[in-house]
């Protein structure tokens, strides 16, 4: 098994990583709580795949669980199924003394965490991510959240898990998709801070080969983002570095209304946008964007999609990132290593 351990000072967690870890997770919950009432909160995916699983190897370390199911999809990200977790955590009974667990994807997380975070003002929180993106990107950092109608994650907090439990094998489930999606945020920790993982990608180019050294890759994945978040973990400036294609991607999601491409497949398009940015400007070094269209491109996602200035520019506007007139661009100078450049917004456009 592989351990990382997060040093949010106070509020120190463990990462545990291991194909088939999945059925001792009750032992291993056990390991930093006391037996208690668990609200395993999963979706509606998910939930016939492994809940049963997981609810029998609670009761078998003595919890005393019960199951609260959601509709699969960011549409669960909501107030109202916020107001609808509530509930069924309280009419259980549930107490700051009780336990809840998120089995699933980022939505479930996100949502599930949020919740854990403000019902009674904070019971604790395990999270079991079963996406390859949920797996290195949601388990390290704290963010909890849900969506309004004016745009995601607008109301949320920092809140930390007790434990996550990360069970490769659940991957083998996901859709090619949902799998490669992930990727594109595995490439990028490659891109940004370890040219190392990036070239184990290069020489793993397709999901099978990647599965062989999966533990190796998640474990790494959630290292740099830890290193990078134990730095900035109110996300005031280091952290800057992790929206590496972030920028370009969100004007695609939003030209093509978050139906066309999946987040994956948007940061996947914007890291090659960001490199072919970086070499017009002799930021980047030659070559550079051409590593990284073959690799993204090898895991099925897209190396460029068609948009046109104005859409870049509007996506840009409303960019958290944007200030003013300038936004902050991730721009790789090369493989494994960015910098933030400031940058007019009129002068981004992509050739
Ligand atoms: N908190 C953070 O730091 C953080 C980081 C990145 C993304 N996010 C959030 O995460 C969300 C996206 O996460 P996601 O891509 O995991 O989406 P998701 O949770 O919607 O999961 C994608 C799909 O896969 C299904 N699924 C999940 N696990 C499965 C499995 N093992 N087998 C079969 N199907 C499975 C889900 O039911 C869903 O249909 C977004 O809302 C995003 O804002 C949060
Ligand atoms: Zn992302």
Not at 20 to 26: E, T
Not at 117 to 132: A, D, K, W, Y
Not at 235 to 245: A, E, F, K, V
Not at 337 to 343: A, P, Q, R, S
Request: proline content about 4%; aromatic content about 6%.
């Amino acid at each position: 098994m592989q351990i990382l351990r997060v040093n949010i000072p106070g509020r120190e967690y463990d990462i545990k990583i291991e194909k088939g870890l999945f059925d001792r997770c009750g032992d291993l919950i056990l390991e930093i709580v006391k037996p208690c009432k668990v609200a395993v909160v999963t979706d509606s995916n998910v939930g016939p795949l492994y809940s049963q699983r997981l609810i029998n190897s609670l009761k078998g370390s003595d919890f005393n669980p019960f199951l609260v199911t959601v509709p699969a999809g960011e549409g669960s990200k909501s107030i109202k199924m916020l107001e609808f977790l509530y509930g069924e955590l309280l009419k259980n009974g549930m107490t700051r003394s009780d336990l809840v667990v998120a089995l699933g994807g980022g939505v479930v997380g996100d949502l599930t965490g949020f919740c854990a975070s403000t019902l009674l003002r904070g019971i604790p929180f395990v999270q079991i991510p079963t996406t390859l993106l949920a797996q290195v990107d949601s388990s390290v950092g704290g963010k909890v959240a849900v969506n309004l109608p004016f745009g995601k994650n607008l109301v949320g907090s920092f809140y930390q898990p007790r434990l996550v439990l990360i069970d490769p094998d659940c991957l083998d489930t996901l859709t090619d998709r949902i799998f490669c999606d992930g990727m594109a945020e595995v490439i990028k920790y490659g891109v940004i801070l370890d040219e190392n993982l990036f070239k184990k990608l290069e020489n793993a180019p397709s999901r099978k080969a990647i599965m062989k050294i999966i533990d190796d890759v998640i474990y790494r994945c959630c290292e740099l983002k830890k290193l990078v978040v134990e730095e900035d973990e109110q996300d005031l400036g280091m952290r800057m570095i992790l929206n590496l294609g972030h920028t370009f991607g969100h004007a695609i999601e939003k030209k093509y209304n978050f139906t066309d491409y999946t987040h994956g497949e948007a940061v996947a398009a914007g890291m090659v946008m960001a490199a072919e940015y970086g070499e017009r400007e002799n930021i980047t070094s030659p070559c550079t964007s051409a590593r990284i269209r073959s690799l993204v491109t090898s895991f099925g996602l897209p190396a460029e999609v068609d948009i046109d200035k104005e859409s870049l520019k509007d996506a840009i506007s409303v960019d958290k990132k944007g200030k003013g007139n300038m936004v902050s661009l991730i721009i790789p100078e090369k493989i494994g290593k960015v910098i933030i450049k400031d940058t007019e917004k009129d002068n981004i456009w992509i050739q």
